[in-house]
């Protein structure tokens, strides 16, 4: 009798002990997971929704003092730029020029070039569905951005096109268009500003994005930083860049108050503007832009 209690409660104790050790070893890997699954802890807003006080921030950044001209950032000549003329019918929508964004989630690049461009494109419309993202951790930064997947843009000038082709993890979620992809390779970012202005990585040092939160990032386009500096440049870049193709028929006072604002008149393009003749949207034939994804790709 005292044989078989001892033996159960020597049952008991190893099984105590067994179920004390499949503990231990899930907390160590648990935290070793969730210590490597992001260097920053940003990644736990990827896919989620950008707040009505973000939208509202960013709109406002957007329309405060521009900062500086964005001629540097412009490069059209040299080994490398990223900016050059493209030729052939403008893309063209409903009477509006076409903007072709396609970029990744994953790409650090496009991380730090996609504040520039809400901020550019939100001085001429309306950003809704947008979503926090960060590009992909290690050597790509896992730096705080957004993603123009499912998102939707409305402006009474331009029309916006975006193609996020791959997610974080590098997985396509989504195929460019034939009629959309003129003048792009393989690199990402990539814009195409109506078939007139195609445009590469704009801002190459993407270590200003290091370390900071949305919060942070948007508290230095307002104060001015050097990294809020540089982001500014960028969206006057492209700021530069819309009041270039918007035809004279869709030009009001509103536009030309961006367009004739000191940072954008001051913004060098180095490349001769699209003669009027390109300009005249209706003559021209616009092509049909195949459908973009609709709804939201979600990844864990």
Same mark, same amino acid.
């Given at each position: 009798?005292?044989? $078989?209690?001892? /033996? /159960?409660?020597?049952?008991?104790?190893?099984?105590? @002990?067994?179920?004390?050790?499949?503990?231990?070893?899930?907390?160590? #890997?648990?935290?070793?997971?969730?210590?490597?699954?992001? &260097?920053?802890?940003?990644?736990?807003?990827?896919?989620? &929704?950008?707040?009505?006080?973000?939208?509202?921030?960013?709109? !406002?950044?957007?329309?405060?003092?521009?900062?500086? *001209? %964005?001629?540097?950032?412009?490069?059209?000549?040299?080994?490398?730029?990223?900016? !050059?003329?493209?030729?052939?019918?403008?893309?063209?929508?409903?009477?509006?020029?076409?903007?072709?964004?396609?970029?990744?989630?994953?790409?650090?690049?496009? @991380?730090? +070039? /996609?504040?520039?461009?809400?901020?550019?494109?939100? $001085?001429?419309?309306?950003?809704?569905?947008?979503?926090?993202?960060?590009?992909?951790?290690?050597?790509?930064?896992?730096?705080?951005?957004?993603?123009?997947? %499912?998102?939707?843009?409305?402006?009474?000038?331009?029309?916006?096109?975006?193609?996020?082709? +791959?997610? /974080?993890?590098?997985?396509? #979620?989504?195929?460019?268009?034939?009629? @959309? *992809?003129?003048?792009? %390779?393989?690199?990402?970012?990539?814009?195409?500003?109506?078939?007139?202005?195609?445009?590469?990585?704009? #801002?190459?040092?993407?270590?200003?994005?290091?370390?900071?939160?949305?919060?942070?990032?948007?508290?230095?386009?307002?104060? %001015?930083?050097?990294?809020?500096t540089v982001i500014k440049e960028g969206a006057n870049a492209i700021t530069a860049l819309i009041c270039r193709i918007i035809p004279s028929?869709?030009?009001?006072?509103? &536009?030309? +108050?961006?367009?004739?604002?000191?940072?954008?008149?001051?913004?060098?393009?180095?490349?001769?503007?699209?003669?009027?003749?390109?300009? &005249?949207?209706? !003559?021209?034939? *616009?092509?049909?832009?195949?459908?973009?994804?609709?709804?939201? !790709? $979600?990844?864990?």
């Amino acid at each position: 009798m005292r044989a $078989r209690m001892k /033996r /159960r409660q020597r049952i008991r104790t190893l099984t105590i @002990a067994a179920t004390l050790i499949i503990i231990a070893v899930s907390l160590v #890997i648990g935290f070793y997971v969730a210590l490597n699954a992001g &260097s920053t802890g940003l990644d736990k807003y990827d896919s989620v &929704s950008v707040s009505s006080t973000d939208l509202g921030t960013m709109y !406002q950044v957007s329309h405060a003092a521009y900062g500086p *001209s %964005g001629s540097s950032l412009l490069v059209t000549s040299g080994g490398s730029p990223n900016l !050059q003329a493209a030729s052939g019918s403008p893309f063209v929508t409903n009477g509006k020029p076409i903007i072709v964004y396609i970029g990744a989630d994953f790409c650090p690049y496009c @991380a730090v +070039e /996609r504040w520039s461009l809400i901020m550019g494109l939100s $001085r001429f419309g309306n950003f809704s569905n947008l979503h926090y993202m960060t590009s992909a951790s290690g050597s790509e930064g896992d730096y705080a951005t957004f993603t123009f997947t %499912g998102s939707s843009y409305s402006s009474k000038y331009v029309s916006f096109e975006p193609i996020e082709q +791959e997610d /974080r993890d590098r997985n396509v #979620i989504a195929t460019v268009p034939a009629n @959309a *992809s003129l003048g792009f %390779g393989s690199a990402y970012p990539f814009v195409n500003f109506n078939n007139r202005y195609l445009l590469t990585t704009l #801002i190459p040092d993407t270590s200003i994005l290091a370390g900071k939160n949305w919060t942070q990032i948007f508290t230095s386009i307002s104060s %001015g930083d050097s990294t809020g500096t540089v982001i500014k440049e960028g969206a006057n870049a492209i700021t530069a860049l819309i009041c270039r193709i918007i035809p004279s028929s869709l030009q009001d006072s509103k &536009s030309n +108050e961006v367009c004739n604002a000191p940072a954008i008149t001051s913004t060098s393009i180095g490349l001769a503007s699209p003669s009027s003749s390109s300009l &005249s949207l209706a !003559q021209v034939p *616009s092509p049909a832009f195949a459908p973009l994804p609709g709804t939201r !790709q $979600r990844w864990s």
